[in-house]
């Protein structure tokens, strides 16, 4: 049977999205690579056959036993490093955001494009089995048309303290976590072209050494390179009339809550909890959805990119769905510091 031997780059989601091609019967992990080496032995242990270990991306990138690069690196080196890895003619996996800013995004995309080769985006969010589930409820015509939708992540404590990248330029929580929801949503309301975003964002807390990871509090060394934002909110326009209200917050003196609400012709739904809500003869019907229990999110990615590989199915996560979901997000940031709305091409 053929297999696909994938190369790691980062040890942090790296590992997650190693461990599911490695269970995958199709899979392979054959290389691992860290900028930081003392992590590299300790993901390879998991592994069922000991990988290749490097350094150097670019290294591992021209390694003839390396089909496939996983990409999970801090946001600002999405690009750099799949670039490397699309020009070698290597089929590529990025985790989220694909990058830190729109002209990258563009980059990569067109070079994937031309070479060919498979281009996904890792989304754990979107391969959860309850947004899947939706998105298939959406493709049958459950909910009619999707008009209107909210995607909220909020954090009470949640900057993360252990890369730099999150809070550097380029990093911040529109990017981090208003992607997962902003790019479940629109995939479920069945990828709407943009026309227009309206936003605002700030730093609340990040600067002033407050709102990190589980209340932790991290030395004023790290905090005081703060550079992006830690909330963001805004609203999207898309060409048919619909649109989307998004916030994503790192911190804050709010409940947690990661959540999506759909507003159909025909019927809604909320994805935490699971419930799907419509009128049957006149009555309201509310139904929780109680999935059996299935594969988890980096299994059911690991299996699609295995078979975009080696079977050439169409790709359902392309890079291209990263670069406008990209755009959308850059567009909200952009139109926090104009205070005005912002246009966009949705392509
Ligand atoms: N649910 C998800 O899909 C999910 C969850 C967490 C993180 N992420 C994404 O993964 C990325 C990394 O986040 P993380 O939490 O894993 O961070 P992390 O700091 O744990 O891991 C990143 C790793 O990349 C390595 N690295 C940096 N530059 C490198 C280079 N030039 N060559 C090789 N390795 C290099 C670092 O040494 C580090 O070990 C971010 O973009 C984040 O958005 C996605």
């Not at 242990?45 to 990409?71: H, I, N, T």
């Not at 729109?102 to 060919?116: D, F, H, I, S, T």
């Not at 059996?292 to 590989?309: E, K, T």
């Not at 952009?334 to 205070?339: D, F, I, L, P, V």
Request: net charge neutral; proline share 7%.
């Amino acid at each position: 049977m053929a297999e696909l031997r994938v190369g790691i780059v980062g040890m942090g989601i790296g590992r997650d999205n190693a461990l599911a091609i490695a269970r995958n019967p199709r899979g392979r992990v054959t290389a691992l690579c860290d900028l930081n080496e003392a992590r590299l032995p300790g993901v390879a242990a998991e592994l069922p056959s000991q990988p290749k270990l490097f350094a150097d991306y670019k290294k591992m990138c021209a390694d003839p036993e390396v089909d496939a690069v996983f990409v999970g690196t801090p946001n600002q080196l999405h690009v750099p490093v799949a670039l490397e890895a699309v020009r070698q003619g290597k089929h590529v996996m990025v985790t989220k955001p694909l990058s830190d800013a729109l002209a990258p995004a563009r980059r990569l995309v067109a070079a994937q494009e031309e070479a060919g080769v498979v281009g996904m985006m890792s989304l754990s969010t979107r391969f959860d089995n309850g947004a899947q589930y939706l998105g298939r409820r959406r493709a049958e015509g459950f909910f009619g048309s999707i008009y209107w939708a909210k995607a909220i992540s909020v954090r009470r404590s949640g900057i993360p303290d252990w890369n730099l990248g999150f809070i550097e330029a380029g990093g911040g929580a529109m990017r981090d976590m208003g992607v997962h929801v902003l790019d479940c949503a629109w995939w479920i309301m069945g990828c709407p072209p943009p026309v227009s975003v309206s936003g605002v964002a700030a730093a609340n807390f990040g600067p002033r050494g407050q709102g990190y990871w589980d209340f932790r509090q991290p030395p004023e060394r790290f905090w005081s390179k703060y550079d992006s934002d830690d909330f963001g909110g805004g609203f999207v326009r898309f060409a048919d009339g619909q649109g989307l209200q998004l916030e994503s917050h790192w911190a804050s003196h709010m409940p947690t809550t990661f959540n999506l609400e759909l507003f159909g012709t025909e019927a809604g739904a909320t994805m935490s909890p699971l419930r799907l809500y419509r009128t049957v003869d006149g009555a309201p019907q509310d139904l929780s959805v109680n999935l059996p229990p299935g594969p988890n999110a980096w299994d059911n990615i690991a299996a699609h990119f295995i078979a975009c590989c080696l079977d050439g199915i169409p790709c359902e996560a392309p890079l291209r769905h990263g670069m406008v979901v990209q755009e959308m997000l850059e567009a909200l940031l952009k139109s926090a510091q104009t205070g005005r709305e912002v246009r966009v091409k949705g392509e």
